[in-house]
C-alpha cells in the first residue's frame, strides 16, 4: 500500500467514479438509437440540480432524474414508451462497478475510514451499492437528501466530516466530476480528480490536489 500522507479518512463519489454508467449508454442507445440521450440526460440531470439548489425548490434525486429524462426527450424528440421509461429509470439502480473499485477498496479500507457522498437519494445509494456488491466497504453512505441541497453546495460536503468526525483538510474526496472537484477542493477537501477518460479539467478555478487515471493510481502492487 502506497498509503497517501496526510489523511485521516477518504471519500467517494458514486456515478461516473465507483460504477460506470456504460450499462445505462447501452440501454439509452436501445432507446434513441444514435442520438445523443446519456449525454442530454446526465446534463440536464445537473442542470436541475444546480437550478433546483439556487431555488431552494428541492425534490429528491430520483424524481429529478426522472424529470431530467423527460427534458431531454423531449429536447431530442425522443418518446419512449413507459416501459421504456421505466428500463432507463431502473438503470441507474443497476450499475456495475468499474473493474478496479472493489480491490482498491478492500486495501484502502484497510487504512482508512471510506465513505460515499452523493447526490443520489438514499434507496437510490442503497439499491445502487447493493447492486454494484460494494455496501460493506463504507462506515458512511451520505445522501444530499440529508441538506435537501446538491452538490457543489458546501453544505452536502459538510455532512462528511461531521459524520466522520474528521476535519475537511484530513479528508481525500475522489470524483470523476469536475464540477465536484472544484466544490470539494473549495470546501477544504483534499480534492482527487478520478480522470479515466484523460479529459481536460473545466477551468473552474479551483485544482484537484491529485489526479488519478484510476483508483489503482492510489495504491502500490505487490507490497
Known sequence: MRKVPDFDAVVFDLYG???????????????A??????DRWRAKQLEHAFIRTILADYVDFWQLTAEALDAACAELALRPTAGERDGLLQGWLELAPFPDVPGV????????PLAVLSN????????GLTHAG???YFQEVL?????????????????????????????????????????????????????????????????????????????????
Open 17 to 31: 467514479t465507483l460504477v460506470d454508467l456504460g450499462a445505462l449508454a447501452e440501454r439509452c442507445r436501445e432507446v
Open 33 to 38: 438509437g444514435d442520438a445523443p440521450l446519456l
Open 105 to 112: 477498496l478492500e486495501r484502502l479500507a484497510s487504512h482508512w
Open 120 to 127: 443520489g437519494s438514499p434507496a437510490m445509494l442503497e439499491t
Open 134 to 136: 460494494l455496501v460493506g
Open 143 to 223: 445522501s444530499a437528501d440529508a441538506v435537501r441541497r446538491y452538490k457543489p453546495d458546501p453544505a452536502v460536503y459538510a455532512l462528511a466530516p461531521a459524520a466522520l468526525v474528521v476535519p475537511p483538510e484530513r479528508i481525500l474526496f475522489c470524483s470523476a466530476n469536475g464540477f465536484d472537484i472544484a466544490g470539494a477542493a473549495s470546501f477544504g477537501f483534499r480534492a482527487c480528480w478520478v480522470n479515466r477518460s484523460g479529459q481536460p479539467l473545466d477551468a473552474l478555478g479551483r485544482q484537484p490536489a491529485l489526479e488519478a487515471s484510476s483508483l489503482e493510481d492510489l495504491v502500490e502492487h505487490g507490497d
